[in-house]
């Protein structure tokens, strides 16, 4: 009788790797890469990151007193977008999620206009210095495809360009993710993607959002690289972004990056956190801190001293001051402001509805 066996031949195998230059002592782990013999450059990084720090406590604190609506908090998370901002080049695109403040401070947006945003008011998202990064992408992964096709317009121009797209962990669960890294790989785009894994979606846990292993690997389906790099590590992280934003401009196509961290705060403002989640974990993830691993290197390599991290403090409190000025001097919109920019033409019904805004004039606060 013959065998009911079926023979199976391996038809493609992969792997997945995961790299860190700097452990969470501050030790170097693995060989240092070429950008970080530019000395300034690390400082840079360093000092990128506690601004970073210092404008999320004070948004923090705008919010609890009133003077902020919600805010997304960045805390833990400083490395990867200092990282995302030193490894782009200004010519290039950013579409953020909502906690990537470092990189676009770096890339010359205002401290004041991320005020303002979280305060309700959308002019903060018209960048004076960056026009062409995009906004805040609340919605989620709905940048991406948007930066798919930004991809695609730098590809078809012939630009040197690469659109650098940010998601969170949760997010590629959306079709927009699947969607889009299949068509950057069928068409060999010039984007990466940073799928920043900080274990959370709301109070949605890393585990019970996939069954897939890595968040990485879902770049295997779309035939482009994927890889995991300790998002903590300032070092490691700016390297392995810098490779995948330098092969796509040169026309190697498209990434995905995972780094991995963990989110320290609430969700947002508006979240308690303590209702989901074990406080020991958070507690845990304080020792894979990014700032205080990049300080202790600094240290080791005689860089940085003590009067250098004062110096710091203050210029970064002096800062953050001076930007919380401008966002509570900026006065409001006026209230019709709300029906610019829908239409080319407003349809009547928001007509009808802004002229009756203006007949109330001020009679609502009698
Ligand atoms: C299309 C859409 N669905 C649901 C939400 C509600 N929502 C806001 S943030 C979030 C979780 C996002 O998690 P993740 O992508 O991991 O990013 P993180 O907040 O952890 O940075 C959800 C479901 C939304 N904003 N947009
Ligand atoms: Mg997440």
């Known amino acids: 009788m013959a065998s009911s066996k079926q023979t199976q031949t391996s038809v493609a195998n992969f792997e997945v790797f995961y790299s860190q230059v700097l452990n969470p002592q501050g030790e170097l782990v693995a060989p240092l890469p070429y950008f970080a013999c530019d000395t300034d450059e690390l400082i840079a990084l360093y ?49 953020p999620v909502y906690r990537e403040y470092g990189a676009m401070f770096q890339r010359g947006v205002a401290m004041h206009e991320l005020f303002l945003y979280w305060g309700g008011d959308e002019r903060g998202m018209c960048y004076a ?12 992964a709905s940048q991406v495809p948007h930066a798919v096709g930004i991809a695609y317009a730098m590809k078809l121009r012939k630009e040197e360009r690469v659109a650098v797209v940010v998601i969170g962990d949760g997010a590629t669960s959306k079709g927009d993710f699947y969607e889009g890294i299949n068509l950057a790989g069928a068409w060999n785009l010039p984007v990466v993607f940073v799928t920043i894994n900080n274990y959370w979606a709301i109070s949605l846990p890393r585990e019970a959002q996939t069954a897939a292993q890595t968040i990485c690997q879902k770049s295997i389906a779309a035939g482009i690289p994927g890889e995991q790099v300790d ?6 992280a700016r390297n392995r972004i810098s490779k995948a934003i330098e092969k796509a401009r040169q026309g190697g196509g498209p990434s995905v990056i995972e780094p991995i961290t963990y989110r320290m705060f609430d969700h947002t403002t508006a979240d308690d956190a303590s209702r989901y989640r074990d406080p020991e974990e958070v507690e845990k993830h304080k020792q894979f801190d990014p700032i205080m691993r990049m300080r202790k290197y600094l240290e080791s390599i005689n860089l940085w001293s003590e009067a250098d991290e004062q110096q710091l403090n203050d210029e970064c409190s002096a800062k953050v001051e001076s930007e919380v000025k401008i966002y509570l001097d900026t006065p409001p919109q006026a ?15 928001y007509q009808a509805q802004r002229d009756e805004l203006l007949n109330q004039g001020g009679k609502r606060d009698g």
């Open 335 to 349: 209230p019709e402001s709300m029906f610019d920019h829908l239409y080319a033409e407003l349809p009547k019904a």
């Open 129 to 140: 210095n960056q026009p062409q990064d995009f906004p805040i992408a609340v919605p989620i």
């Open 47 to 95: 000092k990128n990151m506690v601004l970073t720090r210092s404008f999320d406590s004070k948004a923090i604190a705008l919010q609890r007193t009133g003077k902020m609506g919600t805010y997304a908090s960045s805390l833990g998370q400083e490395a990867i977008a200092a990282a995302i901002g030193h490894a782009m080049k200004a010519e290039d695109v950013l579409l």
């Open 231 to 236: 998002g903590n590590d300032v070092i490691g």
